[in-house]
Structure formats: C-alpha cells, structure tokens
T-cell receptor, first 112, second 113 residues
Framework: SQQGEEDPQALSIQEGENATMNCSYK?????LQWYRQNSGRGLVHLIL?????REKHSGRLRVTLDTSKKSSSLLITASRAADTASYFC????????????FGQGTELSVKP | EAGVVQSPRYKIIEKKQPVAFWCNPI?????LYWYLQNLGQGPELLIR????????DSQLPKDRFSAERLKGVDSTLKIQPAELGDSAVYLC???????????FGPGTRLLVL
C-alpha cells in the first residue's frame, strides 16, 4: 500500500523555470523525505524534513511541510535539463520504526 | 566512501527458476532494507533488518521469497521459484539507524520470461 499521493504525475517545463511537486499523505509521520531517480538508476536522497519543521532549503531545493493538511511540496528553482528525473516523496509513519512509504512519483522533464 | 553495492545489476531468468540478489550496505549502517519497485511506481518495502534481525517482513511473500543477513552486514534476497509477476527492480538501502536517511543502491533489474 502506498500512502503518498503525488501531484502532478508528470510535469514538463523549460530550463530556467521553477518546478513544484506536491505530496499528500494519510497518517501521522515522524518525517518526510524526497528522493530523485534518474531513468534506470537508484534513488538519490534529496532532503529530509521532520514533523516539527515547516520549511527546509538545500541549494535550489525548497521543501515545505504542513502537518495539519498532511501535505508537502518540493520546489526546484531555476531548473536545468539535468533535473529531468522522477521525484518521489516518502513518509516515515509515526510508530512504524522508520519504515518509508513511497508515493508513485512525479516525472519531471526539463527541456533545454 | 562507497555507497550501497548490489549485484547483479540485471538478471534474466525463466519462470520457476530460482534467483538471488546480493547487497552490501554502507559500512557501519545497522539497518538494511529490501524494496521492490514496479515500473512507474514507487518502491515498496519487502523486509527491514536491524543488524541480523528481520524486524519487519510483513510485506515479504514468504511462500517464495526469503532473505538473510548473516553477521549483520551483507544480505541476500532469494526468490524460489520465480514467477512472471516478479519482474521488477529490487532495491537495497541502508541507514545508520532506523531513524536516519536511507541510502539506496542501484538496484537489480529482474526479468522473468
């Protein structure tokens, strides 16, 4: 079963534009994580935001978390063609020992 | 520092044959995970180890899947016999502790014919 639902399923933008991906979940969580996966490759960890945090930045990435709405967003600013990949949110439900439940992902295409 | 290592990277077998995947986690990581990823989907947890103990195997189809983590380091995941529906990518991940970031290996892409 997959807790996270990501929106949109696919996103196509031009280089230099910003990309926003959203994730909604159902149960209380300890943290929420975002991963990137290039075609045919493993997942690369991008950022972890804990349940008591509201916003986190890492380079061109900005993640927000709203626990009252059970939702998170990932913003990639000034996108590059190399950002083309699938992006997954993964939630660590409360009291499940660090288990991660992944969404279905957003497929981002950045055109040069 | 080396990341999570998995082998083989690709495997093609006929249905009803056995297959095994191997994972070497990041040095010092106590927690090891096996995930299954179907095409176009996010990974789904099969089993989680803390050291050599399987602490969450609720999603592992135990009639045909088995896993072990001897000495609390490397791990193997086995399917016997494989079915057509087992075609997927099998990902291994490790973390320092259960609450820390999980780092993924490149995965083993299995095709069952």
């Amino acid at each position: 079963s997959q807790q996270g639902e990501e929106d949109p399923q696919a996103l196509s933008i031009q280089e230099g534009e910003n990309a926003t991906m959203n994730c909604s979940y159902k149960t209380s969580i300890n943290n929420l994580q975002w991963y990137r996966q290039n075609s045919g490759r493993g997942l690369v960890h991008l950022i972890l935001i804990r349940s008591n945090e509201r916003e986190k930045h890492s380079g061109r990435l900005r993640v927000t978390l709203d626990t009252s709405k059970k939702s998170s967003s990932l913003l990639i600013t000034a996108s590059r063609a190399a950002d083309t990949a699938s992006y997954f949110c993964a939630t660590a439900p409360y009291n499940q020992g660090g288990k991660l439940i992944f969404g279905q992902g957003t497929e981002l295409s950045v055109k040069p | 520092e080396a990341g999570v290592v998995q082998s083989p990277r690709y495997k093609i077998i006929e249905k009803k044959q056995p297959v095994a995947f191997w994972c070497n986690p990041i040095s010092g990581h106590n927690t090891l995970y096996w995930y299954l990823q179907n095409l176009g989907q996010g990974p789904e947890l099969l089993i989680r180890y803390e050291n050599e103990e399987a602490v969450d195997d609720s999603q592992l189809p135990k009639d045909r899947f088995s896993a072990e983590r001897l000495k609390g380091v490397d791990s193997t995941l086995k399917i016997q016999p494989a079915e057509l529906g087992d075609s997927a990518v099998y990902l291994c991940a490790s973390s320092l502790t259960v609450q820390e970031t999980q780092y993924f290996g490149p995965g083993t892409r299995l095709l069952v014919l």
